[in-house]
């Protein structure tokens, strides 16, 4: 690790070889936490070069506990985290969505570690049990129309960085591989990025692969379609700017979307949208990100068509009922 990061400082790049390699060293306990630390932080201060995001993917990947959904052909609605902006769980309660619309949602998540709550803290709160039991997942798949992958059991060899990660309290290169190790590998996926620059990255791994995907990043910010101003999607077919008139949206100021400071604001947020008290605001913004979802899956219709969908799975409480059942059957 020290000529590793001599080399760092002198603002030099892995190559993709010496990256994986250096992760799967880590993810082995091979470095102190000292160590780990002046790691981390150098990708803090400078951005991360494409071969380096892809060799700690891949090593991610090769560590992992694998899980075999691909009949079902699930859909991830995953963002990076560390935007600092510090807003309800809009992901989690567009993957509810979605599964209340007859797709199958395989959705990858963790704790916060940048934000007061991540997607396993607020279903951990309301009664989600996590498993990585392969019967389990599927049941929910079939029944629920949803699974959650909590990434500390798919994920045992980061034991040694979470830690450090939790101690640093903000965003890491970690943040950047969330949407990407899901262990599930799902052909389908729609990702929040934090950065136009992650995005940039992202879509050029991406279309490498053979995903259907969505890449969204709001220019002001956010890791999700904020519905605050333009963003960014990148697909394996085009790159656009949309805004919340596409989704026939006035814009929404950024307090409406504000996520609470504490994992019990964050719960009471997430429960008042699924038994539909939730604020217009509140509402726009999660039925926007899983009509993303939604198109990534069935590109073919229209972004109005698929925030209507949306739309109806939540307010008939579809989106309840999928939460209702993954509960039951966790």
């Known amino acids: 690790m020290k000529?590793?990061?001599?080399?760092?400082?002198k603002h030099e790049t892995l190559s993709y070889e010496?990256?994986?390699?250096?992760?799967?060293?880590?993810?082995t306990g091979k470095y102190?936490?000292?160590q780990v630390t002046c790691f981390l932080t150098v990708f803090m201060m400078r951005s991360i070069t494409v071969n380096e995001l892809q060799g700690f993917r891949d090593a991610l990947l090769e560590l992992c506990v694998p899980v075999e959904l691909s009949q079902y052909d699930p859909v991830d609605l995953c963002g990076t985290g560390g935007d600092g902006k510090?807003?309800?769980?809009?992901?989690?309660?567009?993957?509810?969505?979605?599964?209340g619309a007859g797709i199958k949602v395989a959705k990858h998540g963790n704790y916060g570690v940048s934000s007061a709550c991540g997607s396993s803290n607020v279903l951990e709160y309301i009664g989600v049990k996590f498993s990585s039991e392969q019967q389990i997942l599927e049941k929910q798949l079939d029944q629920a129309g949803i699974c959650f992958m909590h990434a500390p059991l798919f994920h045992p060899a980061l034991k040694n960085a979470a830690p450090i990660?939790?101690?640093?309290?903000?965003?890491?290169?970690?943040?950047?591989l969330g949407p990407m190790v899901n262990p599930a590998r799902p052909k389908k996926q729609l990702v929040g990025v934090f950065s136009m620059d992650l995005a940039r990255i992202y879509g050029y791994l991406y279309q490498q692969?053979?995903?259907?995907?969505?890449?969204?990043?709001?220019?002001?910010g956010y890791d999700e379609v904020s519905l605050t101003g333009d963003v960014k999607l990148v697909t394996q077919k085009t790159e656009t700017m949309l805004d919340p008139s596409?989704?026939?949206i006035e814009k929404l100021q950024p307090e409406e979307i504000y996520g609470g400071e504490t994992v019990e604001e964050a719960a009471k947020i997430f429960t008042n949208v699924l038994n539909g008290d939730g604020t217009t605001a509140q509402n726009s913004?999660?039925?926007?990100?899983a009509a993303m979802a939604i198109l990534c899956v069935v590109p073919e219709i229209e972004i109005m068509d698929a925030f209507l969908i949306a739309k109806k799975s939540l307010e008939s409480g579809a989106a309840k009922q999928a939460l209702n059942k993954l509960i039951e059957l966790s």
């Open 3 to 9: 000529s590793i990061l001599n080399r760092l400082t």
């Open 18 to 27: 010496e990256a994986k390699q250096t992760l799967l060293d880590v993810s």
């Open 246 to 248: 596409s989704f026939g």
């Open 209 to 220: 692969s053979d995903k259907q995907f969505a890449i969204v990043h709001s220019v002001d």
């Open 165 to 176: 990660r939790r101690n640093l309290g903000i965003k890491t290169f970690f943040n950047m």
């Open 32 to 34: 102190n936490e000292y």
């Open 86 to 99: 510090n807003t309800f769980n809009v992901s989690t309660l567009a993957s509810l969505v979605t599964a």
């Open 285 to 289: 913004a999660v039925c926007a990100n």
